[in-house]
């Protein structure tokens, strides 16, 4: 079964600070793996997308990925409070599959 | 732009009735959407894909006599939610892809209560 796994927090960021999201799968098959950001009651926006090992950056927005490790990473930098949501980890094993998305981390940035 | 679009926002209904909740993509055609599910303080589950001109694919655990769908066009999927009860309050949201893509757009959800 394709899990997706996240530390569902909160996790405390002072404003201005680094903040580091942390994500591992199961399936090794996964290809693609994406971020989203969902504020409380709203639907969730992609801030990015990865499938190839590495970073990727994006404005203030970084994703790591490590297919050895089975890990993806998001570090937001320059974190501001309109920040503070849960940020969801989903994979996908390509083709016509749907996302499997992890519990979500609640991300809080502190003024 | 990839915008995708749910009706209606929110639905209050008595139990043992139905629903229809529609997606569309309105600037992009998608032969494939999705369908989730989330409660409260819960991630996103993945109910069903919804294929254009073919029958939608469930995953497991979903009622598919329960929750029907249909991809009428590229533009349009319903999900109807048959004789609902107080368990199937939730907020449903569907996502589509653009062909030949992998990201997922997302509707703004519809938020179900069932009395």
């Known amino acids: 079964q394709k899990e997706v796994e996240q530390n569902s927090g909160p996790l405390s960021v002072p404003e201005g600070a680094i903040a580091s999201l942390n994500c591992t799968y199961s399936?090794?098959?996964?290809?693609?793996f994406f971020w989203y950001r969902q504020y409380s009651g709203k639907s969730p926006e992609l801030i990015m997308f990865i499938y190839s090992n590495g970073d990727k950056e994006d404005g203030r927005f970084t994703a790591q990925l490590n297919k050895a490790s089975q890990y993806v990473s998001l570090l937001i930098r320059d974190s501001q409070p309109s920040d503070s949501a849960t940020y969801l980890c989903g994979s996908s094993g390509g083709g016509a599959d749907g996302l499997t998305f992890g519990k979500g981390t609640h991300l809080i940035i502190q003024p | 732009g990839a915008v995708v679009s749910q009706h209606p926002s929110w639905v209050i209904c008595k139990s043992g009735t139905s629903v229809k909740i529609e997606c569309r993509s309105l600037d992009f055609q998608a032969t494939t959407m999705f369908w989730y599910r989330q409660f409260p303080k819960q991630s996103l589950m993945l109910m069903a894909t919804?294929?254009?001109?073919?029958?939608?694919?469930?995953e497991q655990g979903v009622e598919k006599d329960k929750f029907l769908i249909n991809h009428a066009s590229l533009t349009l999927s319903t999900l109807t939610v048959t004789s609902a009860h107080p368990e199937d309050s939730s907020f449903y949201i569907c996502?589509?892809?653009?062909?030949?893509?992998?990201?997922?757009?997302f509707g703004p959800g519809t938020r179900l209560t069932v009395l």
């Open positions: 919804s294929n254009e001109g073919s029958k939608a694919t469930y």
């Open positions: 399936d090794r098959g996964s290809q693609s």
């Open positions: 996502s589509a892809r653009r062909d030949g893509g992998e990201m997922e757009f």
